[in-house]
Protein backbone atom coordinates (compact mmCIF):
# COMPACT_ATOMS: atom_id res chain seq x y z
CA UNK A 1 0.00 0.00 0.00
CA UNK A 2 1.36 3.29 -1.09
CA UNK A 3 2.22 5.74 1.85
CA UNK A 4 -0.10 8.63 2.66
CA UNK A 5 1.88 11.69 2.38
CA UNK A 6 -0.99 13.79 2.59
CA UNK A 7 -2.80 12.28 5.60
CA UNK A 8 -6.41 12.87 4.22
CA UNK A 9 -7.28 10.72 7.72
CA UNK A 10 -6.46 13.91 9.65
CA UNK A 11 -7.76 16.55 7.29
CA UNK A 12 -11.17 14.28 6.99
CA UNK A 13 -10.63 14.56 11.37
CA UNK A 14 -10.19 18.23 11.25
CA UNK A 15 -12.71 19.55 8.53
CA UNK A 16 -15.37 17.12 10.68
CA UNK A 17 -14.52 18.67 13.99
CA UNK A 18 -14.38 21.60 12.48
CA UNK A 19 -18.67 21.01 11.99
CA UNK A 20 -18.81 21.23 15.38
CA UNK A 21 -17.24 24.40 15.88
CA UNK A 22 -19.06 25.58 13.46
CA UNK A 23 -22.92 24.38 14.93
CA UNK A 24 -21.80 25.37 18.50
CA UNK A 25 -21.02 28.64 17.34
CA UNK A 26 -23.96 29.02 15.55
CA UNK A 27 -25.63 27.73 18.52
CA UNK A 28 -23.73 30.59 20.71
CA UNK A 29 -24.49 33.40 18.83
CA UNK A 30 -28.14 32.58 17.97
CA UNK A 31 -29.45 29.75 20.35
CA UNK A 32 -30.37 26.37 19.43
CA UNK A 33 -32.71 26.34 16.74
CA UNK A 34 -35.83 24.12 16.66
CA UNK A 35 -35.47 20.65 18.38
CA UNK A 36 -32.39 20.50 18.56
CA UNK A 37 -29.86 19.72 20.82
CA UNK A 38 -26.43 18.03 21.34
CA UNK A 39 -25.01 15.37 23.65
CA UNK A 40 -21.59 15.91 23.84
CA UNK A 41 -18.90 13.15 25.14
CA UNK A 42 -15.16 13.87 25.82
CA UNK A 43 -12.04 12.68 27.91
CA UNK A 44 -12.52 14.29 30.94
CA UNK A 45 -8.56 13.56 31.74
CA UNK A 46 -7.38 14.81 27.97
CA UNK A 47 -4.91 18.16 27.86
CA UNK A 48 -6.89 21.38 28.18
CA UNK A 49 -10.11 19.91 29.40
CA UNK A 50 -10.99 22.30 32.70
CA UNK A 51 -13.73 20.84 34.93
CA UNK A 52 -13.98 20.79 38.35
CA UNK A 53 -12.60 17.94 40.95
CA UNK A 54 -16.13 16.98 41.95
CA UNK A 55 -17.04 16.45 37.89
CA UNK A 56 -13.54 14.67 37.82
CA UNK A 57 -14.11 11.95 40.25
CA UNK A 58 -17.67 11.22 39.17
CA UNK A 59 -16.32 10.94 35.56
CA UNK A 60 -12.56 9.85 35.87
CA UNK A 61 -12.04 8.43 32.21
CA UNK A 62 -14.81 10.31 29.87
CA UNK A 63 -18.16 12.40 30.39
CA UNK A 64 -21.16 13.39 28.67
CA UNK A 65 -22.88 16.85 28.87
CA UNK A 66 -26.26 17.50 26.74
CA UNK A 67 -26.11 21.02 25.25
CA UNK A 68 -30.11 21.51 25.46
CA UNK A 69 -32.97 24.04 27.72
CA UNK A 70 -30.15 24.83 30.70
CA UNK A 71 -27.02 25.89 29.48
CA UNK A 72 -25.18 29.60 30.07
CA UNK A 73 -22.49 31.59 28.45
CA UNK A 74 -21.29 29.31 25.40
CA UNK A 75 -18.18 30.35 23.76
CA UNK A 76 -16.53 28.81 21.39
CA UNK A 77 -12.97 29.40 20.25
CA UNK A 78 -10.78 28.02 17.46
CA UNK A 79 -9.71 25.12 19.98
CA UNK A 80 -11.99 24.57 21.85
CA UNK A 81 -15.81 25.56 24.00
CA UNK A 82 -16.27 26.52 26.80
CA UNK A 83 -20.26 26.23 28.33
CA UNK A 84 -22.27 26.49 31.73
CA UNK A 85 -23.93 23.50 33.16
CA UNK A 86 -25.88 22.74 36.46
CA UNK A 87 -24.63 18.89 38.21
CA UNK A 88 -27.08 18.21 40.64
CA UNK A 89 -28.15 21.79 40.82
CA UNK A 90 -24.56 22.89 41.24
CA UNK A 91 -23.61 25.32 38.52
CA UNK A 92 -20.23 24.45 37.11
CA UNK A 93 -17.93 25.69 34.09
CA UNK A 94 -16.43 23.65 31.59
CA UNK A 95 -13.77 23.98 28.91
CA UNK A 96 -13.60 21.58 26.22
CA UNK A 97 -10.59 21.11 23.78
CA UNK A 98 -12.39 19.64 20.28
CA UNK A 99 -9.59 17.05 19.94
CA UNK A 100 -11.14 15.92 23.79
CA UNK A 101 -13.84 15.18 22.14
CA UNK A 102 -15.22 11.65 21.44
CA UNK A 103 -18.42 11.92 19.87
CA UNK A 104 -21.17 14.21 18.83
CA UNK A 105 -24.98 13.38 18.38
CA UNK A 106 -27.73 16.05 17.45
CA UNK A 107 -30.78 13.29 18.07
CA UNK A 108 -33.44 15.55 16.91
CA UNK A 109 -31.78 14.88 13.54
CA UNK A 110 -30.22 11.30 14.12
CA UNK A 111 -27.21 13.16 13.42
CA UNK A 112 -23.58 12.07 15.05
CA UNK A 113 -19.76 11.89 14.49
CA UNK A 114 -17.36 10.12 16.35
CA UNK A 115 -13.81 10.46 16.72
CA UNK A 116 -11.00 8.05 18.13
CA UNK A 117 -9.68 8.72 20.87
CA UNK A 118 -5.34 9.37 20.79
CA UNK A 119 -5.30 5.80 21.51
CA UNK A 120 -5.92 4.61 18.34
CA UNK A 121 -5.80 5.66 15.40
CA UNK A 122 -6.08 8.75 14.27
CA UNK A 123 -9.93 9.80 12.27
CA UNK A 124 -13.37 10.16 12.41
CA UNK A 125 -16.36 8.00 12.05
CA UNK A 126 -20.03 9.49 10.82
CA UNK A 127 -22.71 7.99 12.48
CA UNK A 128 -26.03 7.34 10.57
CA UNK A 129 -28.63 6.80 12.53
CA UNK A 130 -30.76 6.46 9.84
CA UNK A 131 -29.25 3.47 8.98
CA UNK A 132 -30.58 -0.05 9.76
CA UNK A 133 -27.93 -2.26 11.21
CA UNK A 134 -27.00 -2.26 14.63
CA UNK A 135 -23.01 -1.66 15.34
CA UNK A 136 -22.48 -1.46 19.01
CA UNK A 137 -19.50 1.05 18.05
CA UNK A 138 -22.45 4.03 17.54
CA UNK A 139 -23.20 3.12 21.62
CA UNK A 140 -23.24 6.29 23.43
CA UNK A 141 -21.20 5.56 26.85
CA UNK A 142 -22.41 5.49 29.95
CA UNK A 143 -22.13 9.31 31.51
CA UNK A 144 -23.83 12.04 32.41
CA UNK A 145 -27.00 13.64 31.46
CA UNK A 146 -27.20 16.76 33.20
CA UNK A 147 -30.35 18.21 34.07
CA UNK A 148 -32.14 15.34 30.99
CA UNK A 149 -35.37 13.24 30.84
CA UNK A 150 -36.13 10.41 29.54
CA UNK A 151 -37.02 12.30 26.16
CA UNK A 152 -33.48 13.21 26.06
CA UNK A 153 -32.02 9.81 25.94
CA UNK A 154 -29.89 8.99 22.35
CA UNK A 155 -30.74 6.08 19.89
CA UNK A 156 -29.39 3.29 21.21
CA UNK A 157 -27.68 0.89 18.67
CA UNK A 158 -30.58 -2.39 18.75
CA UNK A 159 -32.69 0.95 17.41
CA UNK A 160 -30.64 0.95 14.09
CA UNK A 161 -27.67 2.99 14.65
CA UNK A 162 -25.04 2.31 12.87
CA UNK A 163 -20.90 4.14 12.38
CA UNK A 164 -19.74 4.01 8.70
CA UNK A 165 -16.37 4.31 8.02
CA UNK A 166 -15.20 7.11 6.04
CA UNK A 167 -12.86 4.59 4.24
CA UNK A 168 -16.09 2.51 3.01
CA UNK A 169 -16.61 5.50 0.41
CA UNK A 170 -12.74 5.36 -0.90
CA UNK A 171 -12.50 4.04 -4.60
CA UNK A 172 -10.57 0.98 -5.03
Known amino acids: ?????????????????????????????????????????????AEGVKISSRLLSQYPEEMTIIL?????????TPDRFEVGLSFGGVPERLVVPFSAIK??????????????????????????QTETQPSAAAAPAATTAPDATADDEPPKPSEGAEVVRLDRFRKK
Open 103 to 128: SFLDPSVQFGLQFETADSADGALVTD
Open 1 to 45: MATDHIRYDVLARDALRGVLRQVLTDAAEHGLPGDHHFYITFLSK
Open 68 to 76: QHQFWDLVV
